[in-house]
């Protein structure tokens, strides 16, 4: 079993960066590949990046060049980095843990997740 929440989220001017972070629990977490989906508003969820345990990273076409993933299997723990955010980035973010490939962007796949935060860019 695995929880994961979620951190760093709040608000930002456009332009302006935050990162995220998504703690976990559990021994086996260096086993799971792990990625951020988030949710505009009145939208579905849309997958942004993903990390392999063997850290292979990808990203959504919307986010390339401006957010990096990365992880720390020590700490149990996978981060987002987002730059030169825009108002369009404006979503509650979801981290989420399974076992698929990380590129796999159907958020039915993955098995565990944690209970999102909101991240708001203004203009």
């Known amino acids: 079993q695995v929880q994961l929440v979620e951190s760093g989220g709040g608000l930002v001017q456009a332009g302006g960066s935050l990162r995220l972070s998504c703690a976990a629990s559990?021994?086996?977490?260096?086993?799971?590949?792990v990625v951020w989906f988030r949710q505009p508003p009145g939208k579905e969820r849309e997958f942004v990046a993903g990390?392999?345990?063997?850290?292979?990273?990808y990203y959504g076409d919307s986010v390339k060049g401006r957010f990096t993933i990365s992880r720390d299997n020590a700490k149990n723990s996978v981060y987002m980095q987002m730059n030169s955010l825009k108002p369009e980035d404006t979503a509650v973010y979801y981290c989420?843990?399974?076992?698929?490939?990380?590129?796999?962007?159907?958020?039915?796949?993955?098995?565990?997740w944690g209970q999102g935060m909101q991240v708001t860019v203004s203009s």
């Open positions: 989420a843990a399974g076992t698929v490939d990380p590129f796999v962007q159907n958020p039915a796949l993955y098995t565990y």
């Open positions: 990390i392999s345990w063997g850290i292979r990273r």
């Open positions: 559990g021994r086996t977490f260096s086993r799971y590949n």
